[in-house]
Structure formats: structure tokens, C-alpha cells
T-cell receptor, first 112, second 111 residues
Framework: DVKVTQSSRYLVKRTGEKVFLECVQD?????MFWYRQDPGLGLRLIYF???????EKGDIPEGYSVSREKKERFSLILESASTNQTSMYLC???????????FGPGTRLTVL | GEDVEQSLFLSVREGDSSVINCTYT??????LYWYKQEPGAGLQLLTY?????DMKQDQRLTVLLNKKDKHLSLRIADTQTGDSAIYFC???????????FGRGTSLIVHP
């Protein structure tokens, strides 16, 4: 059974903290994505990666960075968390040319 | 840029058919998708259709594509309470592996 896992389902952090969200996929997919999901706004792409150590900005990269040191793992980093980064964060992966994005269960982050 | 629009809410009675509509602007869209998100979970692909098709049926699900009007619909027959979820429409052109998602339609099924 293919799987995308995320390190935490719920996370509470304080303003200014550095936050790491981890995502791991076991399907040997080349491409990995980080989205945030907010009510009424749908999914917005933060960053994506098409290979190890490669990254591209999505639609809303400000305040975020990413790291992909291994093919199976894609990390989202909030350098200094702010309250407007309170959101649901979804990781996804897909193979190049593949038709389906496989999503993790999401991390609900609250920044106080 | 590309845009995908869908209404935010749909309420139906159990046993009725549900129709969720979506419009898109990218004329080079090759793949059109419907994803389902159950409460507290990530998105899961329900079905997809190629742009050279008009219709696709899979058990209770029927996808209709009007390419001229750039209109996609998802029909769920005999809607059940377990169908209550957010449904996302998405499109992708052949030259990209990044889909563009709509904002999602919350389907509420009441007895």
C-alpha cells in the first residue's frame, strides 16, 4: 500500500519559533510538494521538488523554505513562525508523468 | 494564469444524486481530476478524465466534460452520508506535472 506520511498530525508552536514539518513517501517518486490549505482558499502550492536537492517556489513561498536531502523525504521549514502561518499543511508526491498526486494526512499547525 | 472555479457548498438529501460543477480557463488542460477529502484527512484521487473524452463512468460516479465550455462535472448517484466530504476539481496540462486545484466544494449529505 503506497504511503505518504507526515511527522505530526497536530502541532502547536509559538510566534518566532523555527518549525520543521517532515514528509516521507515510500513510492520512489521524483516529485514532492508542500501545500497549505485554508478554508475558502483551497490548496495553495508553497514549494515543490523534482529531484534530490532541487526545489522550486510555488505560489506562496514567502516565510517558508524546504529541504530535500534524500529522495523519499521533503521537509518544510518555517524559519520564524507567525500567526498567519496557522493552517493545514499537506504534502504530496507523484512520479514524473504520473497521473495521481498522493497526499499525506496533513499537519494542522497552530501558531500562538 | 490558470484558474479553476467551483462552488463552495452543496447540500443534498441521502439517496438523491449530487452534481458538483467546475469550470477551468486553461485551454491546454489535458488531464482533469476529481479528488475527495474526508474530514481530517489528505486528498485522495477519485477519478480523472482525459481532455479528449466526453464522459467517464465508474460505479456511482459519472464525470462529464464539455471541452468547448471548459466545464467539468462530477455526478454521484444514490448519495450516501459517507460521501460527505470536500471535493476538489483540478486540471493539468500535458507539459506540467503540477495540477491547479479549485477551492473545493463541501458536500453535505443529510438524512
Amino acid at each position: 500500500d503506497v504511503k505518504v506520511t507526515q511527522s505530526s498530525r497536530y502541532l502547536v508552536k509559538r510566534t518566532g519559533e523555527k518549525v520543521f514539518l517532515e514528509c516521507v513517501q515510500d513510492m520512489d517518486h521524483e516529485n514532492m510538494f508542500w501545500y497549505r490549505q485554508d478554508p475558502g482558499l483551497g490548496l495553495r502550492l508553497i514549494y515543490f521538488s523534482y529531484d534530490v536537492k532541487m526545489k522550486e517556489k510555488g505560489d506562496i513561498p514567502e516565510g517558508y523554505s524546504v529541504s530535500r536531502e534524500k529522495k523519499e523525504r521533503f521537509s518544510l521549514i518555517l524559519e520564524s513562525a507567525s500567526t498567519n502561518q496557522t493552517s493545514m499543511y499537506l504534502c504530496a508526491s507523484t512520479t514524473t508523468g504520473g497521473n495521481e498526486q498522493f497526499f499525506g494526512p496533513g499537519t494542522r499547525l497552530t501558531v500562538l | 494564469g490558470e484558474d479553476v472555479e467551483q462552488s463552495l457548498f452543496l447540500s443534498v438529501r441521502e439517496g438523491d444524486s449530487s452534481v458538483i460543477n467546475c469550470t477551468y480557463t486553461d485551454s491546454s488542460s489535458t488531464y482533469l481530476y476529481w479528488y475527495k477529502q474526508e474530514p481530517g484527512a489528505g486528498l485522495q484521487l477519485l477519478t480523472y478524465i482525459f481532455s479528449n473524452m466526453d464522459m467517464k463512468q465508474d460505479q456511482r460516479l459519472t464525470v462529464l466534460l464539455n471541452k468547448k465550455d471548459k466545464h467539468l462535472s462530477l455526478r454521484i448517484a444514490d448519495t450516501q452520508t459517507g460521501d460527505s466530504a470536500i471535493y476538489f476539481c483540478a486540471e493539468r496540462s500535458g507539459g506540467s506535472y503540477i495540477p491547479t486545484f479549485g477551492r473545493g466544494t463541501s458536500l453535505i449529505v443529510h438524512p
